[in-house]
DNA sequence: CAAAGCTGCGGAACTGGTAT
DNA sequence: ATACCAGTTCCGCAGCTTTG
């Protein structure tokens, strides 16, 4: 859906829709390459100047069907997040929509701030933990985001957050393991969906998560590996508790991974379904649990659609 | 002569390689 | 691994050139 290109291309993009050139290094961009010269002939390299580009007709009309409204979204975010409004930053939109959510968020995160380590970890996960600390341009926007001068050098370990991207009339409650899908909320809100996300393995933050505040069917969308799911069987038990219900998303179609890919690291135990509270699941559940175990298997929270399973059970 | 176009340069941001 | 450094990309601007 969202095309892949960095704010300084789209920057460049929009100079030339108001303008009539670029000096912008466009054709690096493998959208851009592709789709806008070699098959719409939108653009074109000035004649005798490879470092300039030039528009053709029907440019514009593309840029104010395709690309305007992205364009005006990201730079009214920067106004009001005070940052310039500069081509200098080369920011993804994976970045572009972090930072967004920092913003949003930026009251509880600010009196929670901590150090730059654990907040490269939180907010770009697959990246890794020291992904900030190259990036200077990046570390000084999120702190001018957040208002302060600097991150602390330490900070205590629990030290965890509940973020919430809003939505205008939420009807459910959708309670996240990981950060992805809360930075791209657009289909979510889209369909009345809150969304929450209390920062890794940190349960406890519900207990102190006012009743009040849980006022619509609550749901939990975790990777269905070992740990995604005893996270599960806590939650339910603490909003249990509190009198809550809550529905744990079942993947319809999963796609199954070997538990061995990438940077997962969540193995099952031996025991009977591997350890976990039995009691905590339906039998739908737990039958898609034991295949996965028995396959050695996991399913990737990413992989999942919880807006349709959420959706349907309205009806 | 004014406006538009072009070029070169300084420096910001980032990357990748090397030393410790 | 981590820290440092040298190299690369390329924006943004100033000042120069062209054009009508």
Known sequence: MRKEITWRQLKGL???YEGKSTRVKLMSNVFVKNVLYKQRHLLKYKDGNIDIIVKNTGFNAYFEEHLLDQFEYYAEFFQNAGIEIS????????????????????????????????????????KDSKFLDGKPQLKKDILTILGVTKFPRESAKDQQYRLVVDCLDPKYILLCENI???????????NHIELWYLGGNNTKKLYEVPID?????????????????????????ILGNKGKAITLIVPTNPLLKPIKSGKHFSEWKVESLSGLERNAFLPGEIQLIETLINSNKWVEEQTIDPISIICEKKV
């Not at 992805?180 to 889209?190: C, H, M, S, T, W």
């Open 213 to 237: 505040k849980i006022k619509f069917p609550i749901y939990y969308v975790c990777d269905w590996d070992f740990h995604g799911l005893e996270i599960y069987t806590r939650i339910k038990e």
């Open 180 to 190: 992805d899908f809360l930075k791209d909320p657009f289909e979510f809100r889209k």
């Open 87 to 126: 081509a200098r930053r080369t920011y993804s939109q994976e970045i572009l929509e972090t930072l967004i959510l920092i913003h949003k968020n930026r009251e509880t995160l600010r009196q929670k701030l901590s150090t730059p380590r654990i907040f490269s970890s939180i907010f770009f996960e697959n």
């Open 14 to 16: 929009h100079q030339l």
